[in-house]
């Protein structure tokens, strides 16, 4: 009888377990969104972990939520190096004026 109790309780632990993987892969992609904009490369490493976490633990709407934050990241790092080479090879241009 003692025996099936601990069964149980090792049961309820994965079950605590794998909600609280599951919240920390929502927090993991509202954080990537958010720092996307002040820090894409910080923004993209949240963004890959929490992708991580929640296709491990099933979550699909915090899977959504990381692979938003990765698009976002890698959009804006792609912008980011655009306009330093645009900058870089012709300093003359409109947005370039003042920056470098």
Do not use: R
Request: charged share 15%.
């Amino acid at each position: 009888m003692a025996k099936s109790k601990k069964s149980v309780k090792t049961v309820k632990n994965v079950k605590e377990s794998k909600l609280d993987l599951a919240s920390v892969s929502y927090v993991l992609g509202i954080l990537s969104i958010v720092l996307a904009f002040f820090s894409p490369g910080a923004g993209l490493v949240l963004g890959v972990i929490g992708y991580v976490h929640s296709k491990n633990n099933g979550v699909p709407q915090a899977k959504k939520l990381n692979v938003i934050g990765i698009v976002i990241s890698l959009t804006l790092i792609v912008v980011g190096f655009a306009v330093a080479y645009t900058c870089i090879v012709n300093p003359e241009t409109l947005f370039c004026q003042g920056v470098f």
